[in-house]
């Protein structure tokens, strides 16, 4: 898939507000994506309106187990709010604002939990992936194909210069993932960001570029 559109402007002129105003045309909603994502087990794709009730019961199933790391569990009180959040995370698909997709299980189409690339800048073309499993699917393995598909599609098609994981460093399962598929630990941010409580929390990062992405045993693997 070409990103016409995301090449700098270099050519064009040097001066400054040229080139900024040259990259304020750059339109993510011209970006194709596919439909699906497939992993040897897992599908990815974005959540349809009919996954609302899946959706629903994968949150009930696992208050305690994603309550701990991910605010947004508890905005979900009853099973319109599964509903509403499908229609905005499909908006801000269209838009590409943030490609959420639900994690499926390709032989019975069971949601297994969520992902995505989260926090892009179209730009540089940096690119964050999210995760969560529900309780009944975790100690699978699901997520990390799940993230091994996700980078392998954000460096060879959507021409990522960055793919990142941060997670606060409590959280052992979620810095397991990216130590599992050989991300580069960059270090840890202090007082980065809040916990689910509001408490400033340390975060750690791990990230690719694509010169490790090569290196990777399992790069060219699907
Ligand atoms: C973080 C989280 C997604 C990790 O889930 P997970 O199931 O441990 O991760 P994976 O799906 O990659 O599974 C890895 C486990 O499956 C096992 N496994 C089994 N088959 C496997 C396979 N084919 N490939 C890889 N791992 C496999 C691994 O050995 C590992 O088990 P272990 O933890 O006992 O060593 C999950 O704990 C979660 O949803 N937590 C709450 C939400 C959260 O914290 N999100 C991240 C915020 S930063």
């Not at 529900?134 to 996700?150: D, I, N, T, W």
């Given at each position: ?12 002129s ?20 596919p ?31 994603l ?24 908006a ?56 091994q ?17 941060r ?8 810095r ?21 409580e ?22 060219g693997?699907?």
């Amino acid at each position: 898939m070409g990103l016409g559109g995301l090449t700098p402007q270099s050519g064009r002129s040097r001066d400054r507000h040229l080139q900024w105003s040259a990259v304020a045309e750059f339109d993510p909603a011209r970006i194709d994506l596919p439909d699906e994502l497939l992993g040897p087990r897992v599908r990815l794709r974005p959540y349809r309106e009919d996954d609302a009730q899946q959706l629903w019961e994968a949150i009930e199933e696992s208050r305690e187990h994603l309550g701990a790391w991910l605010p947004w569990v508890k905005d979900y009180g009853d099973r319109s709010d599964a509903n509403i959040t499908v229609r905005r995370l499909q908006a801000r698909w269209l838009q590409r604002e943030d490609l959420v997709t639900g994690i499926f299980d390709q032989a019975s189409d069971r949601l297994l939990g969520g992902s995505g690339l989260h926090r892009m800048d179209w730009q540089i073309r940096r690119f964050e992936i999210g995760y969560w499993v529900r309780k009944s699917a975790e100690g699978h393995g699901y997520v990390s194909e799940a993230v091994q598909v996700l980078t392998r599609f954000a460096f060879t098609q959507l021409e990522a210069n960055r793919v990142l994981i941060r997670m606060d460093p409590a959280n052992t399962r979620s810095r397991a993932i990216p130590e599992r598929l050989e991300f580069v630990y960059e270090g840890r941010l202090r007082n980065e960001m809040p916990d689910v409580e509001g408490r400033p929390t340390d975060i750690d990062v791990f990230a690719l570029i694509p010169a490790d992405f090569k290196r990777l045993s399992w790069a060219g693997l699907s």
